[in-house]
Structure formats: C-alpha cells, structure tokens
C-alpha cells in the first residue's frame, strides 16, 4: 500500500496520544451510552432513568437525542439506537467533536486506506460511492473500491467532487482538514476515525453503530482482543529488563534516524509486543546518531514504506533488501547491538499504520520473544485476517513483504513469499 505521503503529513500533525491498555477499557463515545461503557443497551435506559429521578450522577454522553436536556426523550432515543431505529446519531470523534449522522447511512466517501480497511471489515462496502485519489493502488485489499470516483486528496480532498456524489458520509483520518465540515454542510456530515492504536476497537464499534454493522464489529473486535489479551498476558509480568531495546527507524527514505515515540502507532505497536522503545519519552522526529549509538539499542525496526517497496502487491524483497542495508551499513552502526547480532528488521507500513496492526505486533512479539511465543504462528493470524474479515484470496505463501529478514516458523519462512530465501545477510 502507499502509504508514505499519509505518514509524512502525519508527522507534523497532533500526537496520536495511543497508550497501551486493556483492549476493553474504554467509552464507547456516542450519545446515548449514559453509563459510559463499551456498548449501548438496556443498561444505558435503567441508569437514564436514574438520573432523571435524581439518583444517579449525569454523564457526559446522557443526552442521547443531542437536545440539551434529560429526559424522557433521551430514553426514546435509546431505545431506537438499541433497535437499530434511531434517525440520527451523534457522537464524539476523535478529534473530540459532537457529529450528528442522519440515518441510514447509505452513501459514503472514504478518505485513507485505514479507513477502508475499516469499512470492509464491517462488509459495508457497498454503501462506499467514492474514494481519495491515493486508493486506487490499493487494488490488492480493495478490489472493488479501489475501482470508484475519486475525490482528490484524502487530507485535503475537494468539496465539489465530493457532493456530487451526493453522500450522507464523509469518513477521514483524524487530521482532515477542519474547513470540509463547512464546505459540504449542512447535508453531509464528516466523521474522523482513528482506526489504530489503543482506541481501535472503540472507533471500528463506533462504525459499527453509524454504518449499522454491530454484530461485523463486535466479531473483529472479539478475534483482535482475543489476540491482544494472549499476547499480553504473556509479556505482562516481564520486568523492564526482560524487555529488549528497540530503535525505530522510521522514514529511513525520508530522514536517517528519524524516530517514533510513545504516542505513535510504532511505539504502541513496539510495547504492545513487549519491547523497550528507546525513544519512547522523546519528540518523534532526528535523533543524533550519537544518541543513538550510546543508547545501544538490541532491536532496529525500520518502517518500511512504499519507496521501500513492501507490503501487499510486492513479491520481491530487493526494495526491502537495499532500505535494510541502508542501515546495517552505516559505519557509525557497526558496535550497535542491533547490528552485531543480526536483530535488525523492516517491517512494512500496510500491517503497522492500519486496523492490521495485530499482525506487525504479532510478529515483532515472536521475533522480541521466542521463548515466550513459541507457539505464536503470525502468519496464521495474517492468513485469517485476509481471509475472515477482508474475504479476499491471497495467498501469504506467494505474495507480499511484510518482515525481512523473514522469520523462521516451524522450519518455514513467515513474512516474505517461499520461493524466496534472504540473502545470506539478512539472517546474520
């Protein structure tokens, strides 16, 4: 997938402010959800009531018809969104802005690749009449909406093409610009998702409840929890000594030593398979080699971007071979723990930078953790995912790069096609 001019505008954008945690511990941010946990139902209905006879506190999102009062018509309004009846839904997106959605939600434009993602996995991709100009080279997940009107730049996309497709919902990345809510109001309402990190499985439920696919996102987010939990379970007594330096190379294309820190996706995705990422307490961006050199990091994990090339669509690991030699071959690097013992890794940007990031965790755990991880087969996990929830036929065996070195399961190569073997190299 293309993803690196999305990454390079990111970076200049709000902190994506992910924290590791437990994959059930959140709100489910839409009004209505007046006990304030992960779903709306009855529950919602006997704490309203509560608060409306003066026994309960009043919680943020206890307005559930958006009026600016509580009362009988909230209960209503809960009982439609519990019955799939509500005429209009509001939420909370993760810009933290209040967004009223007229319902059903029929026609929708979808700006960035997580994004789409996303709404295939909620098989809701009929309801998608037109795509940013970036997504048409992401025929491999996105055979049939790669193929739709495009509406220029998932960022900074252009308001006219986009009501001409007349669509109830335009659905972005949290960065998209502010000015499209007022060029395409009052008919169309823009929603921001974050559709990674910590909040994943709150924003793909989320969607669940605009796009009237609860039950396809309770299942994914029932497969990516049960996942998380193991992994974390694992690591979660681990002392931070048992936990293995890593320096994340990020954007070797764009900036030697351009690094991530805690709130990024790399950082989240590092910790959530049980590492130490040197950078975590740093602002993301250059870091002197120096710096470097001197943390001795035991790991390198460099994100490998379209220029690379990696991920889906790439069956050849020469992109991948040469960004990893890039590294391995500054003579500044040579004492590095990392290089010395081979521990150095490009890992693709499709499986970190998406709602696939269970795959890129799954895959650094096995290689931070052997011993731990013993029976962790990442590759099966990618396998289902394809297959499961984005239903489409691929076979891991034949294509795609998505770890390089590939790692070795059960005496085979997982994370690069079979018919290859790494240079000799690249499992120093």
Not at 3 to 12: D, G, N
Not at 265 to 286: H, Q, R, W
Not at 322 to 349: F, H, Q
């Amino acid at each position: 997938m293309n993803r690196l001019t999305f990454v390079l505008i990111i970076m200049s954008c709000a902190s994506l402010a992910i924290m590791a945690a437990d994959a059930a511990d959140y709100t489910l941010e839409i009004f209505g959800n007046a006990d304030m946990d992960d779903t709306i139902d009855e529950d919602d209905v006997t704490y309203l009531e509560g608060i409306i006879d003066g026994t309960n506190e009043e919680t943020q999102l206890a307005d559930a018809n958006y009026d600016g009062q509580i009362d009988e018509g909230d209960i209503a309004q809960i009982e439609q969104i519990i019955a799939d009846g509500e005429k209009e839904l509001t939420i909370v997106d993760s810009n933290g802005g209040d967004v009223t959605i007229k319902k059903p939600v029929e026609r929708v434009v979808v700006l960035g690749d997580s994004q789409a993602d996303a709404v295939r996995v909620l098989r809701a991709e009929e309801k998608v009449v037109g795509i940013d100009s970036s997504l048409p080279e992401e025929y491999v997940l996105l055979p049939v909406m790669s193929k739709l009107p495009t509406v220029g730049d998932y960022l900074e996309p252009d308001a006219e093409a986009i009501l001409a497709l007349e669509p109830d919902m335009v659905l972005g990345y949290y960065s998209l610009k502010s000015e499209l809510d007022e060029e395409i109001a009052p008919n169309v309402a823009v929603v921001r998702i974050n559709s990674r990190g910590s909040n994943m499985e709150e924003e793909l439920k989320k969607l669940g409840y605009i796009l009237d696919r609860r039950a396809e996102a309770e299942e994914f987010c029932e497969w990516h929890g049960e996942h998380i939990e193991m992994i974390h379970s694992r690591i979660e007594g681990l002392s931070e000594e048992d936990k293995p330096t890593i320096f994340i190379e990020a954007f070797p294309h764009y900036s030697e030593y351009y690094t991530r820190n805690k709130d990024s996706v790399e950082g989240y995705v590092c910790e959530m398979a049980g590492g130490t990422n040197i950078a975590a307490d740093k602002l993301s961006g250059v870091v002197d080699a120096e710096w470097v050199i001197t943390e001795n990091p035991e790991f390198i994990f460099i994100g490998a971007m379209s220029a690379d090339p990696s991920g889906y669509g790439i069956d050849d690991m020469a992109g991948v071979d040469a960004t990893r030699d890039g590294v391995i071959n500054r003579p500044e690097l040579k004492d590095v723990k990392a290089i010395r013992n081979g521990n150095c890794y490009c890992v693709a940007s499709d499986i970190v930078h998406s709602i696939q990031q269970i795959i890129s965790i799954s895959y650094l755990a096995k290689l931070l953790h052997p011993e731990l991880f013993e029976d962790l087969d990442p590759e099966a996990i990618h396998k289902e995912y394809l297959n499961r929830f984005q239903r489409i036929d691929y076979d891991l065996d034949d294509h795609g790069v998505f770890v390089y070195p590939p790692i070795e399961i059960d005496g085979g190569l997982a994370g690069i096609p079979d018919r290859y073997v790494p240079q000799s190299h690249g499992a120093s």
